[in-house]
């Protein structure tokens, strides 16, 4: 168990539709990250939040937006869904800003757009 | 802008086995990251490499980190079916940078 918890495990939605994922970091992690996978692809960086505020921005469509709060857990939310957007998100987290420290990953939420 | 490059992107290996995968950056790295994905599952950290020339070893696997901090390897020595699932590099440049995983499959 990585301490990193994401809600909820499966999401299954229509197209045009708009979810929100949820990501509670381990306890004294004040960095989050979340990454897109689709099937048997790699790990897409989409963005990084520390301590609150927006740290680094990857791949991220602006369909797409994150916050986090200030108990630290954070939310993915994702609008406009189109089918493309299926796919696994992880959230990960870690101590710092993302020197050095490696990053824990939650089981993910998969979404599935139809 | 820094990228990760990760092969081979499959490998089939007879259980009993050795294997190598590579990871090639564009740009020096401060550190790399390795994870490994099983079926199904997240990622898991694995091990970090900072020094130039570093090599680690969790017991069948040994990682290194290049001279110039530019790339790395995994090598698994006498692979087993527990070895099955994607490694993936992951380098610290300006950003954590992942490779495309190398989905490793054994065959008994």
């Known amino acids: 168990d990585s301490g990193v918890t994401q809600t909820p495990k499966h999401l299954i939605t229509a197209t045009g539709q708009r979810v929100t994922l949820r990501c509670s970091p381990r306890?004294?992690?004040?960095?989050v990250y979340w990454y897109q996978q689709s099937l048997d692809q790699g790990l897409q960086f989409l963005i990084q939040?520390?301590?609150?505020?927006?740290?680094a921005k990857g791949n991220i469509l602006e369909r797409f937006s994150a916050q986090q709060f200030p108990d630290l857990h954070s939310e993915l939310n994702l609008s406009s869904l189109e089918l493309g957007d299926s796919a696994l998100y992880f959230c990960?987290?870690?101590?710092?800003?993302?020197?050095?420290?490696?990053?824990?990953f939650g089981n993910g939420t998969r979404l599935t757009v139809t | 802008g820094q990228q990760v490059m990760q092969i081979p992107q499959y490998q089939h290996v007879q259980e009993g086995e050795d294997f190598t995968t590579y990871c090639n950056s564009s740009t020096t790295l401060s550190n790399i990251q390795w994870y490994k994905q099983r079926p199904g599952g997240h990622p898991v950290f694995l091990i970090q490499l900072v020094k130039s020339g570093e090599v680690k070893k969790q017991k069948r696997l040994t990682f290194q980190f290049g001279e110039a901090k530019k790339n790395s390897s995994l090598h698994i020595t006498a692979t087993q079916t527990t070895d099955v699932g994607t490694y993936f590099c992951?380098?610290?440049?300006?950003?954590?940078?992942f490779g495309a995983g190398t989905t490793v499959t054994v065959r008994a």
């Open positions: 990960a987290s870690s101590v710092g800003q993302g020197q050095n420290s490696p990053l824990h």
């Open positions: 306890s004294g992690d004040l960095s």
């Open positions: 992951a380098g610290q440049g300006y950003k954590l940078s």
């Open positions: 939040y520390y301590n609150g505020e927006e740290r």
